[in-house]
């Protein structure tokens, strides 16, 4: 069983930053790889961001590409979500998750088996 739990949302003006933090619990961290997820009111959840557990490699929906920054801290069991030049369609509900499925598949939220509860972060126009 692995817990994990969000935390680092807020109200942000546009074009500000944040960093959203996600730690882990129960069972090693490093033997899986970590993804972002959000969810707006009324939209379905979307993919953010992923990363391997070695941390070298990571994937990033084509909506934050460029803007958003995934990394991960195995010694503090902790994936982190760098975000600047934030949107107002930023808005959601953010999700860290673990997964070990094949990498290829990391995008997907099925292939995730773990889950936070998430964090909000809010984006004034």
């Known amino acids: 069983q692995v817990q994990l739990e969000e935390s680092g949302g807020g109200l942000v003006q546009a074009g500000g930053s944040l960093r959203l933090s996600c730690a882990a619990s129960?069972?090693?961290?490093?033997?899986?790889?970590m993804g972002w997820f959000r969810q707006a009111p009324g939209k379905e959840r979307e993919h953010v961001a992923a990363?391997?557990?070695?941390?070298?490699?990571?994937y990033y929906g084509a909506s934050v590409k460029g803007r958003f920054t995934i990394s991960r801290d195995n010694a503090k069991n902790t994936v982190y979500l760098q975000m600047n030049s934030l949107k107002p369609e930023d808005t959601a509900v953010y999700y860290c998750?673990?997964?070990?499925?094949?990498?290829?598949?990391?995008?997907?939220?099925?292939?995730?088996?773990?889950w936070g509860q998430g964090t909000q972060v809010t984006v004034s126009s």
């Open positions: 998750a673990a997964g070990r499925g094949h990498w290829g598949t990391s995008n997907f939220q099925s292939s995730y088996d773990y």
């Open positions: 129960g069972r090693t961290f490093s033997n899986y790889y």
């Open positions: 990363v391997t557990w070695s941390g070298v490699v990571g």
